[in-house]
């Protein structure tokens, strides 16, 4: 049985679980990314009915050296989120609805001046300008058992630690092997699918969840477009993870996750020279955070590590690591400024590479990126991060120079809440 079925068989078992057990208290909780705009709240802790939350972010970049070519951009997105709370709204206890949508303009460092594949922004959109519907659903807590339905970004529950939030690459986000999966990528910004998510925690530092999604995230074909497609070509997508938390600063986290859809094998090619396919793909991940030094409850450095493996037949990137250092509150007179420093690596499989030099293409075997980061809040409503990378062996090809690349993100938002 391949990875997939395997993810199937937890998701069923984690469905079970969470009928047979049905502890008095929820856990529900995410893990909010400074890059995509406002964070979602926690069910059933806002003081108020509803919530409305805007969010613009806005992103200089410069190209110094290396990569495809040397200048600078402007990239901004544009975020509204509106969430209720139906327990405060309604009377219905532990549910809560949550709508999101953005804009993001065309500009990209990456297609247009950096050509790595561990993208320098995770709101580079690749040159395509977005106006797009980004979550819609709703949740419910039942006891320890959390269910979810509508279209969702996995991203902001699984394979995500805590300290990794302050970083931009998207060797940072989760894992790249998993980001880099599938036909249009998992259900993630900006791309997001239809799906069912349940989490259970069975005690205080133990729980599981699984979901079920949409094998393609939006159209594979038309990119600017919001899309639901369901065919046996593009599958479904199934992912469980299991999480341990024995103190509140460490967190070590397993995952699988497996397609059902057809993908091209690659450098695989039939009698008549089209490209061979196949059904499934799959990967697995493994990941853990810990505080290393406390300089108060809130204040200290932490670290992280990240381990992903794809499917090496169906991926161009097939394996990724990344770890990292963040510390908040290094300055006495800021203690809720955090500075992080870390690396990401990302390498492709062996079919690539074969197929890639049966076609007069040389191709590196991976591709390692530096980032060095400080995020200050300057006030309730302003959020200003200066951030710098370096790129070797950018977009696994030879013939693009290391990169090194400035950036200024900002965000300016509030939340309104009535």
Avoid at 210 to 217: E, H, Q, R, T, Y
Wanted: aromatic share 12%; glycine share 10%; charged share 15%.
């Amino acid at each position: 049985m391949g990875c997939f079925g395997y993810s199937l068989m937890l998701a069923s078992a984690v469905v079970a679980s969470s009928v047979i057990l049905n502890p008095a208290t929820a856990a529900d909780s995410t893990s909010p990314s400074p890059q995509i705009g406002a964070s979602v709240p926690n069910a059933g802790t806002a003081s108020a009915p509803y919530t409305l939350k805007l969010m613009y972010t806005g992103e200089i970049w410069d190209n110094a050296a290396g990569g495809l070519n040397q200048g600078s951009t402007y990239i901004q997105n544009a975020d509204a989120q509106f969430y209720v709370n139906t327990d405060q709204a309604f009377g219905w206890t532990g549910g809560s609805f949550l709508i999101e949508g953005f804009y993001n303009n065309s500009n990209s460092l990456d297609t247009q001046y950096v050509g790595s594949a561990q993208d320098v922004s995770v709101i580079d959109t690749s040159g395509v300008a977005l106006a797009r519907l980004y979550q819609v659903f709703y949740k419910q807590a039942l006891g320890n058992t959390n269910l979810l339905f509508g279209i969702y970004d996995l991203e902001t529950e699984f394979g995500a630690t805590k300290p990794m939030d302050i970083f931009f690459n998207g060797a940072y986000n989760w894992n790249f092997a998993l980001d880099q999966s599938g036909l249009t990528g998992p259900s993630t910004y900006p791309n997001t699918a239809p799906a069912f998510r349940v989490r259970q925690r069975i005690d205080r530092q133990w729980s599981v969840q699984a979901a079920i999604l949409d094998g393609v995230s939006d159209s594979v074909n038309h990119p600017a477009a919001n899309a639901v497609i369901f065919n046996k070509n593009y599958g479904a997508l199934a992912i469980a993870e299991a999480s341990y938390v024995p103190v509140r600063y460490t967190k070590i986290l397993a995952g699988i996750w497996g397609y059902s859809g057809k993908f091209d094998a690659l450098g695989e090619t039939t009698p008549n020279g089209s490209p061979r396919q196949t059904y499934d793909s799959e990967g697995a991940y493994f990941g853990a955070a810990t505080r290393l030094y406390g300089q108060s409850p809130r204040r200290g450095l932490d670290g992280f590590a990240n381990i992903g493996v794809a499917d090496s037949k169906t991926q161009i990137i097939s394996k990724s690591f990344n770890a990292g250092l963040t510390y908040t509150g290094i300055l006495d007179s800021r203690p809720t400024d955090k500075i992080g420093l870390a690396i990401g690596i990302a390498g492709d499989g062996g079919p690539y590479r074969i197929a890639q030099i049966e076609a007069g293409q040389e191709v590196e075997k991976y591709e390692t990126n530096f980032e060095l980061t400080y995020r200050a809040t300057l006030a309730s409503w302003l959020t200003v991060q200066p951030d710098v990378q370096y790129f070797i062996n950018t977009g696994l090809n030879p013939a693009l120079k290391n990169d090194f690349v400035f950036g200024l993100h900002f965000e300016i938002g509030h939340a309104f809440n009535f």
